[in-house]
């Protein structure tokens, strides 16, 4: 079956500009996830879903970012006037639900670049 | 708090030779781990995971791993490395006691097989 989709696949950004990236997860998987992948640096986590419901937030690096999920399958992150530091891979992953044992399946990313 | 280490950022092997990759673990609990690996410009690809029961767990492309309780690792292996195996690996680690603790990934390993 289909996996983790994400589009774009590639973003550039003026700065200050508005983006909004989106995820398809796998159908059927209530948790969805987002991280950033900043150059030489793992996976930092952004929020996640169980179901139409953001339950963590905290890593969320400002005010800027938000996110929304619809219908308990897309969602869609959103970056306002961007920066230069928001620059980075942003991965989008999906579980069957949110359990720790739950393994994540991840989309392809975003490669966002903030001129 | 939860944490995960990659103590090494490159490891190079040549073909045919075996190879490890390290990963040290800290929880509070108990727990779930996992192993995923990046190929360029793709998201990650789940390789294997230890949950409970056997502490050498299998996983794709003939990997495989061991949880140690007592040295707090869960190192990755492979009896002989194949130049396809180039590519950035996670390790990851979850509480299982903390449904609300979220997964925390190392910095990634980038190994290098020399043909």
């Known amino acids: 079956g289909a996996g983790v989709s994400q589009s774009p696949r590639y973003k550039v950004a003026k700065r200050g500009q508005d983006v909004a990236l989106r995820c398809d997860p796998i159908s059927g998987h209530t948790a969805l996830y987002w991280y950033r992948q900043s150059l030489g640096q793992g996976l930092e986590f952004l929020i996640y879903?169980?179901?139409?419901?953001?339950?963590?937030k905290s890593g969320l690096p400002s005010d800027r970012f938000s996110a929304e999920r619809t219908g308990g399958s897309v969602s869609t992150l959103t970056i306002q006037r961007t920066q230069q530091e928001d620059s980075a891979v942003y991965l989008c992953?999906?579980?069957?639900?949110?359990?720790?044992?739950?393994?994540?399946?991840f989309g392809p990313g975003t490669r966002l670049l903030v001129l | 708090a939860q944490s995960v280490a990659q103590p090494e950022d490159q490891v190079n092997v040549a073909e045919g030779n075996p190879l490890t990759v390290k990963c040290t673990y800290s929880v509070s609990g108990n727990p779930y781990l996992f192993w995923y690996v990046q190929y360029p410009n793709r998201g990650l690809q789940f390789l294997l995971k230890?949950?409970?029961?056997?502490?050498l767990v299998k996983g794709s492309y003939g990997f495989e791993a061991e949880f140690n309780k007592s040295q707090t690792s869960f190192h990755l292996k492979k009896p002989s490395a194949l130049v396809s195996d180039s590519a950035l690996y996670f390790c990851a680690v979850r509480d299982r006691g903390d449904r609300d603790d979220k997964i925390i990934f190392g910095k990634g390993t980038r190994l290098h097989i020399l043909p």
């Open positions: 230890y949950i409970t029961g056997d502490n």
């Open positions: 992953a999906s579980s069957l639900s949110a359990g720790a044992e739950e393994t994540q399946y």
């Open positions: 879903f169980q179901g139409n419901s953001a339950p963590d």
